[in-house]
């Protein structure tokens, strides 16, 4: 064992009505009946679901998808971190590569959102990647290395949670191979360890895009993969379970 708490986190994006939240319900009446050993569990609803999610959370903790940087202000339409952490979040997802592209945010207002993320008592899951004409150019490492640098703040709480979503993985059934992910995994706790010390060497190195119960057994098994941060699979409890089943520490 590591150390590292690991984490499986399921990201429902712009998915789920109030009738969804049964599916939560299942995953905790699931995780009631077989708990997951030392595994910890996250579900990340749109932000309009968080508060009732928070209220049937049991055996996991609830996230939210995005927070403003700042603490309250004229952002219209924006929700800062401590309104999230008022409503029942603890962890918050940090630059989403859909939120890079959506809505063009930058390695910068990454870390400012993680920042405001730590300060409000919320866990920042922050997410990089490269795309695939990225990898094809043999840039994947250096470009991840670039993330890095500029969206993981050098101050914030202890707890520090960084997915790997390779963009050309996220919702396309594609997955690095099980080499792939540990070379990158390896490359980024070497880099967040010589620039943040134990904090970086204790962060949890998760990995996202297409994470599937087909081939979680495999990927969660990989060396300096800490967890999952789950898309699609995530929505039905069923395929989260399994997800959740497959790391090695669930039951132990
Ligand atoms: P996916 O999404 O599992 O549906 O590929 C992962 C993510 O975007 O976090």
New binding site residues.
């Given amino acids: 064992m590591t150390g590292r708490t690991p984490l499986i986190a399921g990201?429902w994006?712009m998915f789920g009505l109030k009738a969804d939240l049964a599916e939560l319900d299942a995953l905790a009446a699931a995780l009631a009946a077989h708990p997951p050993g030392a595994v910890e569990i996250v579900a990340c609803p749109p932000a309009t679901l968080i508060s009732e999610a928070a209220r049937r959370a049991r055996g996991f903790a609830v996230g939210a998808q995005d927070c403003h940087a700042e603490t309250e202000g004229a952002h219209t339409g924006d929700l800062s971190a401590r309104m999230l952490a008022e409503a029942g979040a603890s962890y918050v997802i940090a630059g989403?590569?859909?939120r890079r592209r959506d809505h063009g945010e930058t390695d910068f207002m990454i870390a400012a959102k993680a920042r405001a993320a730590a300060a409000a008592g919320l866990v920042p899951i922050i997410?990089v990647g490269e795309t695939l004409a990225e990898r094809e150019a043999g840039r994947a490492s250096e470009v991840v290395a670039d993330q890095l640098a500029g969206a993981v703040p050098a101050e914030g709480g202890a707890d520090l949670v960084i997915?790997y979503?390779p963009v050309w993985?996220?919702?396309?059934g594609l997955t690095p191979s099980a080499q792939e992910i540990a070379d990158m995994h390896g490359d980024m706790r070497r880099r967040l360890a010589a620039r943040l010390g134990p904090r970086g060497a204790g962060a949890r190195l998760l990995y996202?895009?297409?994470?599937?119960p087909a081939n979680a057994e495999e990927i969660l098994a990989v060396a300096d993969v800490d967890g999952a941060?789950?898309?699609?699979?995530?929505l039905k409890a069923h395929d989260f379970l399994a997800i959740i089943a497959a790391h090695p520490a669930a039951g132990a």
């Fill in positions: 990201n994006k989403h590569s859909e997410c997915a979503e993985a996220i919702g396309t996202g895009g297409s994470v599937k941060l789950v898309g699609g699979a995530s």
